[in-house]
């Protein structure tokens, strides 16, 4: 399985500022995701995140809003922009399948791991 | 495109009783099937998957799930749960050779003495 760590793991923030949430991979993949799970709801995907190339957003979600950085391999981040109430979430990032062996970062996987998320609390 | 119901957003049971937590998608392709498991105050680990082969995977804590691509279902089942089973239980779907997820509502299973 991959090794996905995020900070911060929580952070509590005033209305109007933003906030950049990173994620880092123990081996290279050539996608990563964002997902963003509300409270007591289930996990929604923000974005997917290429090495070299623009963020692909999913319907309801802006780059404005939600601008993320990719800028190899084994990093990426999401920044949550102008904070409202309603963007305090949990903030996940995942990507496929790795066992930290050094394979081709472009082949297909199969499988999303998970990192551990960013609690984020907006007042 | 892909989508998952969950019907029971929240399944009570006893301990050592067996429990079934139920998952059906849509799609129009083929599919990989994933059950995913967030304890209390913590991540998303993947219990289960299904992409090819035997329709019936198992986890390495008891649970099982069968692919009914009739029924266009992925039902979780272990036959005798424990306390520590207690946890959000999310079901996702994905196309074949893709790997954008498509989540379920979860189900919360509540497991008491």
């Known amino acids: 399985s991959a090794v996905i760590s995020q900070k911060p793991s929580r952070d509590i923030c005033q209305r109007g500022t933003s906030l950049t949430i990173q994620c880092q991979v123990d081996s290279q993949v050539t996608m990563m995701f964002w997902y963003r799970q509300q409270p007591g709801q289930s996990l929604t995907l923000i974005a997917t995140a290429n090495q070299g190339s623009e963020a692909t957003y999913e319907s309801g979600f802006v780059i404005d809003k939600f601008p993320i950085s990719r800028p190899n391999l084994t990093f990426s981040t999401l920044t949550v922009s102008n904070m409202s109430p309603e963007d305090s979430s949990i903030y996940l990032c995942?990507?496929?399948?790795?066992?930290?062996?050094?394979?081709?970062?472009?082949?297909?996987?199969?499988?999303?791991?998970f990192g551990p998320g960013t609690r984020l609390t907006v007042l | 495109a892909q989508s998952v119901t969950q019907l029971d957003s929240q399944v009570p049971v006893f301990e050592e009783a067996p429990v079934e937590l139920r998952c059906n998608y849509s799609?129009?392709?083929?599919?990989?099937l994933f059950w995913y498991v967030q304890y209390p105050n913590q991540g998303l680990q993947l219990l289960l998957k299904?992409?090819?082969?035997?329709?019936l995977v198992e986890s390495i804590n008891g649970f099982e799930a069968e692919f009914n691509k009739s029924q266009t279902s992925f039902h979780l089942r272990k036959p005798s749960v424990h306390i520590s089973d207690t946890a959000e239980y999310f079901c996702?779907?994905?196309?074949?050779?893709?790997?954008?997820?498509?989540f379920g509502t979860g189900t919360r299973l509540l497991v008491s003495p």
């Open positions: 799609s129009s392709v083929s599919v990989y």
């Open positions: 996702a779907v994905t196309p074949a050779g893709f790997q954008k997820l498509v």
């Open positions: 995942s990507a496929p399948r790795t066992s930290g062996r050094h394979g081709p970062p472009h082949s297909l996987a199969d499988t999303q791991y």
């Open positions: 299904y992409l090819s082969g035997s329709t």
